[in-house]
């Protein structure tokens, strides 16, 4: 019983990782593209 309940301890830890890290990608891609269509705008 104590290996489940490690198991689904592990599995809240992962998804708070895994839901944490899909937040970070959906404001980091917008703040890439914006970054590179600022050089791109600097090199034209």
């Given at each position: 019983m104590g290996a489940s309940n490690n198991a689904g301890?592990?599995?809240?830890?992962a998804t708070a990782?895994?839901?944490g890290f899909v937040?970070?990608?959906k404001v980091a891609t917008p703040v890439i593209a914006v970054i590179v269509l600022?050089?791109?705008y600097?090199?034209?």
């Open positions: 301890n592990n599995m809240k830890a990782t895994y839901e937040g970070m990608i600022f050089v791109m600097l090199i034209a």
